[in-house]
């Protein structure tokens, strides 16, 4: 039986990541923890996140959970879900002061833009049909284009939908570090994979069918 | 290719049933809300929105039990509205399995509440609800914000208070007519295009849909990124799919489910 931490700092609705881990792996145990044994126990370690950036970096630090977070990053199946997978990259202009970014963890190389402060043309972020900006947060079901073969995508239809709700978006440096890719005005980075991690900007445990699948998948991903 | 334009069902929950009436009165029983939720998520419904409109204060947990059921089977965004007035009915919905909670007449009486609520749980959490009645019609229409049903006025401009409640941290408006709520003759166009060409956030059309063309003028004429529609679905005049295949078959981007 795999046990499967959803790992807990008092930011985010992890209910749901737990509950939809429940529907896919009756057997596994799947538990929600800030402790940090438990998370050095655990099989697999996901890292859920919602909100701004400033406060979950802030909670992860003042909670000492950092290091535990980072050995599971280095050697466990590891599964960063929204503000997990930005967190995992260098910084994040969310709710930095002055054009200051916030520093995340950098595990993988690139930023958490606006989406307004990714390209440099004005056009980028209008809607043609409407000649406004397209709402931010970017709120609803989008298209993943997945740019690289991984167990996580086994059953997924390349371009299938999932849940998306940010404001800011990933932009990778490093392309081998990019499994999926989604447009929004703009392409940001919306899957990101290397040796042990796998990393969303949507929601899985709202993506319905396509979601489960790959929450699926992670349960039995051998690394 | 991109962002699909979302279909959302409405349940509004008394007692622990949904419910449908026309501009709340001739209440008909519409079912259980979790089995009725499951069909939804089924038919493939973007997202599923409970309107808590119990009268009593000794059945204001049933929701919350309503909630719970539901998000431990069906896996898609689930909103909560309905007489949330403090942070601790916020953190109680989303506890319960709510993605967002939605804000009504709190948001009215008390506007930094919206700002509290987004500070703490994030925009994404935060629907502030709008229910807009026309007060000038002619060149220039106006509209007000409404409370109590409809039925009174608060001398708000409706365009400009969606504006600051989206500056306030509201991260999704839902927009009702009240005018048109309860009369399936579709929604206000005029009031939910101005209100989606004014604020840079997501806005939910709701409010008179009785046909699914009503559903395509809500996107096409409206500009609305979501629409949200109860008795088309409740009493089997049309599903969910069909509602998909319409917008679909009239170019709009959705979600197409197997």
Known sequence: MTSIIVVDFGMGNLRSVAKAFEHVAPGADVMISADVSDIRAADRVVLPGQGAIGGYIKALYDTDLEPAVLDAAANKPFLGICLGQQVLYESSDEHGEEGESVKTLGLFKGHAKHFTDVSSDPQAMINPQTGHQYPIPHMGWNQVKQTMKHPLWQGIADMARFYFVHSYCLQSENEADVAGVTEYGVNFTSATARDNIFAVQFHPEKSQHDGLKLLENFVNWKI | ?258
Not at chain 2, 23 to 40: S, T, W
Not at chain 2, 94 to 122: M, R, Y
Not at chain 2, 210 to 224: E, F, P, R, Y
Request: hydrophobic content about 40%; aromatic content about 6%.
């Open chain 2, 1 to 258: 290719m991109g962002l699909a334009k979302r279909i959302i069902p409405c349940l509004d929950v008394r007692d622990g049933r949904v419910v449908k009436g026309v501009q709340f009165v001739d209440i008909r029983d519409a079912g259980n809300p979790v089995e009725v939720a499951a069909r939804y998520d089924e038919q493939g419904a973007d997202e599923i929105t409970f309107l808590d409109i119990t009268a009593s204060s000794d059945n204001r947990d049933t929701i919350l039990h309503v909630v719970e059921e539901v998000a431990s089977t069906v896996f898609i965004p689930l909103t909560v509205g309905g007489g949330i007035r403090v942070l601790d009915d916020v953190r109680r919905m989303l506890n319960a399995g709510a993605d967002k909670v939605g804000i009504n007449t709190a948001a009215v009486f008390n506007p930094e509440f919206v700002k509290q609520a987004s500070g703490h749980f994030g925009s994404q959490a935060i629907v502030v609800s709008i229910d807009a009645r026309q007060v000038e019609a002619g060149d220039k229409p106006r509209w007000e914000i409404f409370t109590h049903g409809g039925r009174r006025g608060t001398g708000l401009d409706a365009l400009q208070w969606a504006k600051k409640m989206a500056d306030y941290g509201a991260g999704e408006i839902l927009l009702t007519s009240m005018d048109r709520d309860g009369t399936r003759d579709g929604f206000d166009l005029a009031l939910t295009r101005a209100v989606c060409d004014t604020v840079d956030v997501p806005v939910i059309a709701s409010g008179g849909v009785g046909n699914l063309d009503h559903l395509v003028d809500g996107v096409s004429k409206g500009h609305a990124d979501a629409v949200l529609a109860a008795s088309i679905f409740h009493f089997g005049d049309y599903t969910v799919q069909q509602a998909k295949q319409k917008m679909h078959d009239a170019g709009i981007e959705v979600r197409i489910t197997e």
